[in-house]
């Protein structure tokens, strides 16, 4: 694909390809981060990011902290560099910035080396300005993403973490072979997936296009490990059909959210297995009932298949990357809606945004 004639929507399909990748070349591309890593004493991780970055690392903790057993932090780049409280030593700050540019990552990153921190920048461009800010990089080798929306590079990024700590873990004997094995087969069944669960979810939008185009108002919800799929899902939509998208976890949600829930809302649940899964289907029986508003379930389960609002597949549900397949349907309906809607997602509202508001060093 040239940077002529691509689209966002290919962008998605390709995730399981970057994936197996990277997968294949993590050698060559972990490499010098890891000797960085081994070279430092490092007991505990930032990971700081904007928008999809910081997705990416909410997605990538969990797993990344199980493996590593070390606290791993992930935060917005300015919440680091503001905070009145940071631990003196052995602290390593990897800085995701797809662009390269983010003036908030680079800013933490200055800050963590004020600090005498190890810093590490991630980044899917070469030659940009956040390497300067580093004392180490990565490359997310996703390959090109010309789309300002990005959704290979979410999925490549999460993948790029994953397969960093997991090489750690194994030099320092922390897991086997066969778990480091283990963890990646089940990157790959998962990510695997992706191209089939977009043409589910092309399916599930095509049948429900007459009521979406209707929205103005959607609200997203989740839980546990699919809270960074519901925060890139809802960025993802929102920056694309460019009217109100909101989404919380959905006990948060149940905490003040629910009094403005009308019959012009539109609610999407992420319905991922788990131990909130029939307190999500509870919830959502009760606003069909109470305030007739639109509903629709993304879930495995088969319960669900009689109405056709919901887009049931049949998910792996995998405990630490559920997040890499429940954001595949929001990847999807933000560029078909938008399309729908007469708005190229691929265009900015204001292509000198940055440039003016100062958020991307040039
Ligand atoms: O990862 P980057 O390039 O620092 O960008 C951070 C975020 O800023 C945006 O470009 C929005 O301006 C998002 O699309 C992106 O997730």
């Not at 800013?107 to 590490?120: F, P, Q």
């Not at 072979?177 to 939008?205: C, G």
Request: charge should be negative; aromatic fraction near 12%; proline fraction near 2%.
């Amino acid at each position: 694909m040239s940077e002529e004639n691509w689209d966002m929507y290919d962008y998605i399909l390709e995730s399981k390809d970057a994936v197996r990748s990277i997968v294949k070349h993590k050698d060559q591309i972990l490499e010098k981060a890891v000797e960085y890593f081994f070279s430092k004493k490092i007991n505990r991780m930032y990971i700081v990011g904007s928008g999809t970055s910081y997705h990416a690392g909410l997605a990538a903790q969990s797993v990344i902290e199980k493996i590593l057993d070390i606290p791993i932090v992930v935060q917005y780049p300015m919440e680091f560099k503001d905070q009145e409280f940071l631990p003196d030593s052995d602290t390593l700050v990897v800085g995701i910035s797809h662009a390269g540019r983010s003036t908030s990552t680079i800013s933490a990153l200055d800050k963590a080396r004020e600090k005498g921190y190890a810093t590490i920048a991630a980044t899917a461009e070469k030659n940009k300005p956040i390497l300067e800010h580093a004392d180490c990089s990565v490359e997310i080798a996703i390959g090109p993403e010309y789309a300002g929306p990005k959704t290979k590079g979410y999925i490549g990024t999460v993948a790029t973490l994953v397969l960093f700590a997991l090489e750690i873990a194994l030099k320092m004997n922390k897991i086997t072979d066969a778990e480091y094995e283990k963890y990646v087969d089940e990157v790959l069944e998962t990510t695997d997936q992706i191209p089939a669960i977009a043409e589910a979810s092309v399916k599930w939008y095509e049948d429900n296009k007459q009521e979406l185009i209707k929205s103005r108002r959607i609200i997203i919800v989740g839980y546990e490990q699919c809270k960074s799929a519901l925060l890139e899902g809802t960025l993802k939509v929102l920056e694309a059909v460019r009217y109100s998208v909101t989404g919380y976890e959905m006990e948060e949600f149940m905490h003040g959210v629910y009094h403005s829930i009308d019959e012009d809302t539109y609610m999407l649940y992420i319905g991922c297995e788990g131990q909130y899964y029939d307190r999500m289907i509870n919830m959502k029986n009760y606003f069909e009932k109470e305030r007739g508003n639109k509903n629709f379930v993304i879930t495995s389960d088969e319960g669900q298949v009689t109405n056709k609002n919901n887009l049931v597949y049949d998910f792996k549900n995998n405990h630490y990357f559920a997040s890499l397949e429940y954001v595949v349907p929001f990847q999807v309906l933000a560029r078909k809606l938008s399309l729908d809607l007469g708005i190229d997602c691929n265009v900015s509202s204001d292509p000198h945004f940055h440039k003016k508001m100062g958020s991307y060093t040039y």
